[in-house]
């Protein structure tokens, strides 16, 4: 017989496949465990008849809950995408629950003609139920971001309007083009800290030949601490970014 009418020896038998080692128990549990999901983000329109508001919505991301609030016309498009900024940047806050922006363009401590403390004291239990959403609780965050003068005033305003300082507060400068960039860099800062220890810093910007600064506290009842100085840049890419300043 030729060698290649042989028949082929038998293929030897497959070995045995042992049984896979356990898991240890930490890793076992994290492979059952469901994956984590974002919490839902809500949007709603909020009907509020106080004067100067143009339009009111409340965000409910998870447990937060942020109001946004516009008074008056956008006329030169300066404010655009900073309820998104203000939005992104609440949903990601260990500490804030409840959250409130006024937007605008403004003056001194008023905004769309409306005074920053008149408005606020008018409208408390508004702003305290999340526009007639929830109970009546305080406020957590407070931002305010309008072309108005005097930053540091402004906080005032908002205690004076209140009756109490929100332990979260953003003030912005008197400068429309800068506004977006200043109170998200102020407002990133705060939130995500701790309401304690307290912490402040001021935020510069120079545009177009003009300098603004917006502040950024956080403090249990007005608490203030030492003022951190940053100064907001665009790097070679284009990328804004903050640098303090010793």
Not at 47 to 53: E, H, Y
Not at 59 to 80: K, P
Not at 177 to 203: D, E, H, K, Y
Request: charged fraction near 20%; proline fraction near 8%; include cysteine.
């Amino acid at each position: 017989m030729a060698a290649a009418d042989r028949a082929a020896p038998p293929a030897a038998e497959p070995a045995p496949l042992s049984a896979p080692a356990p898991l240890p128990p930490k890793a076992a549990a994290a492979v059952a465990a469901p994956l984590p999901t974002a919490p839902a983000v809500v949007e709603r329109e909020i009907v509020f008849p106080a004067k100067g508001v143009t339009a009111c919505r409340l965000v409910s991301i998870g447990e937060r809950r942020l109001m946004l609030v516009t008074f008056g016309v956008d006329h030169n498009g300066a404010l655009r995408g900073i309820p998104e900024n203000v939005a992104a940047i609440i949903a990601k806050a260990p500490a804030i629950r409840r959250s409130v922006l006024l937007l605008g363009h403004g003056a001194g401590n008023a905004i769309a003609d409306e005074s920053i403390a008149g408005h606020l004291k008018a409208n408390r239990a508004f702003y305290e139920s999340m526009g007639g959403t929830a109970d009546i609780m305080p406020v957590d965050c407070l931002v305010f971001a309008a072309c108005a003068g005097g930053g540091q005033s402004q906080m005032t305003e908002m205690r004076d309007g209140l009756g109490y300082w929100p332990t979260w507060r953003v003030a912005s400068g008197d400068f429309a083009a800068t506004t977006g960039l200043n109170v998200i860099a102020a407002l990133a800062a705060v939130a995500s800290r701790p309401p304690q220890p307290a912490w402040r810093g001021l935020f510069r910007l120079r545009l177009e030949g003009r300098e603004c600064v917006s502040f950024g506290d956080v403090g249990i009842a007005g608490e203030r601490a030492e003022t951190n100085v940053f100064r907001i840049v665009r790097d070679e890419q284009g990328v804004w970014k903050l640098e303090e300043q010793r």
